[in-house]
Structure formats: structure tokens, C-alpha cells
């Protein structure tokens, strides 16, 4: 395996970079790096925190994080050997084992863990710019997500699904943070943009919190049965209240996507069940770290919304604990 070239936050340090290897067992112990997300989401603290848990409670291991475009490079990585562990959404995931889309002609060994919580599908944008449905994105000024996020790819989906060209109906479409989005439309650089994630996210938040911003979230779950014929049951409709972000004053009727902790199918399973231990252990102080985590239950442990096959020592895992899978 090589080494990534890509900087590592450490989470037991809270974001002090490190240089560290993939899953790699040597005599003085294990390094795993852990494939997260950009700092304005969620994966990066959750990831952070898993880090810190992994590295105190399994002997010898020294767990580190990646931070990346989002899932799309997590399972890129993953299938290269450049991390050992990843969060990522279910349509990366499903597009990489199957090597379709941003995947195509190398399909990723990838084999989920633990199903976590749901990501939404966030179209923020401003009461000002008058943009109101999906449609209404036409001739203006779009980032459509990170280069290798999950983001994009869904955003693809949600702009075909409307009827858009994503190449010819914007006046300009850029491949954005949501964190650099924010700033874009503060300054007047851009009149919406998509992000996929948990709620909230800082990045919103922050924007929703700048004086004299009203920010408005796209409704855009009528597009459901579009993308699902196009892509497969893998979205799902869901509702993000109003008032979750500040100045949010409506209820925002969005598509959804599942999240999972993934890892290669030849990890050992000594190794797969140690890490769901500690992960579980730590479930409470997890949710301490981002409300999403209090979504990782045995409930929410369901072939279905898992996307990928389980590896068999998480399957064996979590029967153990006392979930169903169905």
C-alpha cells in the first residue's frame, strides 16, 4: 500500500495534521486512516471523534483521519488502499461496487459496517435571488459540490431528474465547498448551491446566521419517483424542519440518502468486530460530538438501507447485539 499524499487531521489532537499510512499492521501496532469529508460537514468531526475512540480503545491501533471531497473519494480511496475505513453515502457506494458512474471500470471492494444516519440533500440558497423549485436554477449561478463528493453526484441526479442540462443551463456552475459556497454567496459570487449531509451543518448555519441574509432551502422531493426509476430505491423523501437553521421559516421537502461506515472485503474480521465494539461503546459520547450520531442504533442496522453487503464479521456483529438486518 502506498501512503496518501493527502493531509490528515488527527482527531485525537482536534485537527492537528499527521502523516499516516492505510491499514497497515506492523510489529509496534496497526494504523488506520479513516476517509472522512470536508470541514464543513459532518463526517469530519464524527470522524475525528471515531479516530480518538479506536486509538484509545483498541491496543496498539493509531487511528487518523482524511479529510476529502466526500464519499465518492472515500470509496476512490478505499479501493486504491489509501485508507482503511471510510463514512460515504449508499449511491457512492452502490456506483462503486458495481464500478458505474465516477467509478466505472474500477469497482471498489467495499463492504458496509454499520448503517449511521440519513443525509439530506440541501439546495440553499437566498430569499433574494427569487429561487423557489429547481427549475428556477436556470441562468443563474450553481455550485454543484466538491470534485469527488457524494454531493455531485446526487446533484447530477436532482438536476436531470428537473429537466436541466447541467453543461448549458446555468450561467455559471461551480464545483464548491459548502464552506467556500457560503463565502461565495456572501460575497455575491453565486445564488445557490447543493450539499449533502447531516443536519445541521456549519456551513448552512453559518450562512443563515450572516445579518441580513434570509436563507431558503429548495424544496425538490417531487422529483422523487423520477431519480429512483433513474437510479434505483436508494433515495427516499424526508422533511427538514423549519427552524433547523437560523431564519429557515418553512419546512423544506427534500430527498435523502443513507450513510455507512464501509471498509475493504479483506479486512479481517478480528479487526471489523473491533471496531464496532468500540464504536458502540462509545455510541453516547459520539452523539455528544454531532446530534446525527444518536441516530446510530440497532434499528437503523437494516440490510436494505445498508446499499452494499455487509462484511460477515459486522452481519455476525450485529445479529450478535441483537439486530434484525431486515
Not at 443513507?258 to 459520547?285: F, H, K, P, Y
Amino acid at each position: 500500500m502506498m501512503t496518501s499524499n493527502i493531509g490528515r487531521r488527527s482527531l485525537a489532537a482536534l485537527g492537528a495534521a499527521v502523516i499516516a499510512a492505510p491499514t497497515i499492521v506492523r510489529a509496534q501496532g496497526t494504523q488506520m486512516a479513516i476517509a472522512t469529508g470536508t470541514t464543513g460537514g459532518v463526517y469530519y468531526p464524527l470522524g475525528g471523534a471515531l479516530a480518538n475512540y479506536l486509538s484509545r480503545g483498541i491496543p496498539g491501533m493509531s487511528a487518523t483521519v482524511e479529510v476529502t471531497g466526500g464519499s465518492v473519494a472515500n470509496f476512490q480511496l478505499l479501493g486504491a488502499g489509501r485508507v482503511g475505513m471510510l463514512f460515504g453515502q449508499v449511491d457512492a457506494a452502490v456506483d462503486g461496487l458495481r464500478g458505474a458512474g465516477p467509478f466505472r471500470g474500477r469497482a471498489v471492494p467495499a463492504r458496509a459496517i454499520a448503517v449511521l444516519y440519513t443525509n439530506r440533500m440541501q439546495v440553499v440558497t437566498t430569499a433574494a435571488t427569487g429561487i423557489r423549485s429547481i427549475t428556477d436554477l436556470r441562468g443563474k449561478r450553481v455550485s454543484t459540490g466538491a470534485p469527488g463528493s457524494a454531493t455531485e453526484l446526487f446533484a447530477f441526479r436532482v438536476i436531470a431528474a428537473a429537466g436541466l442540462d447541467r453543461e448549458r443551463d446555468f450561467r455559471a456552475r461551480e464545483r464548491l465547498s459548502p464552506a467556500e459556497s457560503t463565502n461565495a454567496i456572501r460575497d455575491g459570487k453565486l445564488d445557490a448551491y447543493f450539499f449533502v449531509s447531516g443536519v445541521p451543518t456549519s456551513a448552512i448555519t453559518d450562512l443563515g446566521a450572516t445579518p441580513g441574509t434570509q436563507i431558503h432551502l429548495v424544496d425538490h422531493a417531487d422529483l422523487h419517483a423520477r431519480i429512483v426509476q433513474e437510479n434505483g430505491p436508494v433515495y427516499f423523501p424526508e422533511v427538514i424542519p423549519a427552524g433547523t437553521y437560523p431564519g429557515q421559516r418553512t419546512d423544506n421537502q427534500q430527498l435523502s440518502v443513507a450513510n455507512i461506515l464501509a471498509v475493504r472485503d479483506d479486512m479481517s474480521a478480528e479487526m471489523v468486530t473491533n471496531i464496532l465494539r468500540v464504536t458502540w461503546e462509545n455510541r453516547e459520547d459520539w452523539a455528544r460530538v454531532h446530534a446525527e450520531a444518536r441516530n446510530f442504533t440497532l434499528a437503523a442496522q437494516k440490510t436494505a438501507a445498508a446499499g452494499i453487503p455487509w462484511h460477515p464479521a459486522a452481519e455476525a456483529f450485529w445479529r450478535s447485539a441483537g439486530a434484525t438486518l431486515a
